[in-house]
């Protein structure tokens, strides 16, 4: 009977002992978080990261963010990286990939040594952020939102949801790395399906050649860049009045009007990020976290827009969508 009380006491203390340490962590001592983001479409990344580690077991009590928006405003993301930096915060939340590697630039130049988690950026290897997925090294890791690779799977999934089209216009931006290499995969994948495309450099002339030229038989897709992101209204706008298809990345373009997106959501690249922040505030190096890919791709359907556009769909894909309605329905589900 001693026996066996003296190992339940060494038990009780063992287990008390790493709950201490865990709470040592996410309890008493105060940790600083810098938020990068470069403008407002991206605040539900921070609103995931913010519930990922609520449902963790953090609180504000444990954790103080500072979190900088630069509005669009790609001069003052430079002063915000500066001024994060001097701050000099215990770990780093980029919320995409123009935040990151303009971080990554001035944390180079300084030779500042921060950890660093991205919530969602695409082909992180090859714009030279890691070195591997498996083993990232440095200070760098977080998610492959995939959005580059999957832009020629975009392509298929919108001339298939709509046979009709014959010719797709592709927003890009030329001024974005990973929007240039997701052309490529797009160019790539309409050879292989047969599909006529006229990419369209993003801009208000962009934006001003396609009210004057797009017609029947044509559809719209958007390619990665915060620039694209932040013309979403005036291509919904466009897209309504012109009644022509387009496809986008996230659900919030769906949501505000576009026919379908096709990707990982904002919300839940952030809420996915929260793990990684959890295991490197435990001690954990970020070089030795594996990049992640997303937890989910979601395929979403808007279906005012659908039934607005009055074309002829292919019934097997809008049967594996998730329909939204964001009027009857209060926007979509996270």
């Not at 009977?1 to 001592?29: D, N, P, R």
């Not at 990922?52 to 009590?61: C, E, F, H, P, V």
């Not at 990020?273 to 190096?285: D, P």
Request: proline share 4%; net charge negative.
């Amino acid at each position: 009977m001693k026996t066996k009380w003296y190992f339940f006491f060494l038990t009780t203390v063992a287990v008390s002992a790493m709950i201490y340490a865990f709470l040592g962590v996410k309890g008493e001592e105060s940790v600083e978080i810098g938020v990068l983001m470069i403008g407002e479409n991206r605040y539900e990344k921070f609103t995931g990261l913010e519930e990922g580690l609520k449902d963790l077991g953090y609180n504000t009590k444990n954790i103080h963010f500072t979190v900088k928006n630069a509005q669009d405003d790609e001069e003052l993301i430079d002063r915000q990286i500066q001024e994060l930096l001097s701050a000099k915060p215990d770990l780093i939340v980029t919320l995409g990939g123009i935040e990151t590697l303009r971080l990554k630039e001035k944390m180079d130049e300084a030779s500042i040594k921060i950890p660093v988690v991205f919530a969602g950026l695409a082909a992180p290897k090859e714009l030279g952020l890691i070195k591997d997925y498996k083993s990232p090294g440095g200070i760098f890791t977080g998610i492959n939102n995939y959005h580059a690779s999957i832009s020629g799977k975009r392509l298929e999934m919108l001339t298939s949801l709509v046979p009709a089209v014959e010719r797709v216009h592709v927003i890009y931006d030329s001024k974005i790395d990973v929007s240039k290499l997701s052309l490529d995969e797009t160019r790539n994948a309409a050879i292989q399906l047969g599909v006529e495309i006229a990419p369209c450099d993003a801009s208000k002339d962009c934006l001003d050649t396609l009210w004057k030229s797009v017609g029947k038989r044509e559809a719209i897709l958007v390619l990665p860049s915060f620039r694209i992101e932040s013309l979403t209204d005036e291509i919904v706008r466009l897209t309504s009045e012109k009644k022509i298809p387009a496809m986008g990345l996230y659900d919030f373009e769906a949501e505000k009007g576009l026919l379908a997106s096709y990707g990982s959501s904002f919300y839940s690249q952030g809420y996915q990020a929260s793990r990684f922040v959890s295991l490197i505030l435990q001690g954990n190096k970020p070089g030795d976290l594996p990049v992640e890919l997303p937890d989910g791709i979601r395929f979403v359907v808007n279906q005012q827009t659908k039934d607005a556009l009055g074309v002829s769909y292919n019934q097997d894909l809008l049967h594996i969508a998730d329909l939204i309605h964001p009027e009857v329905q209060g926007g979509s589900k996270r």
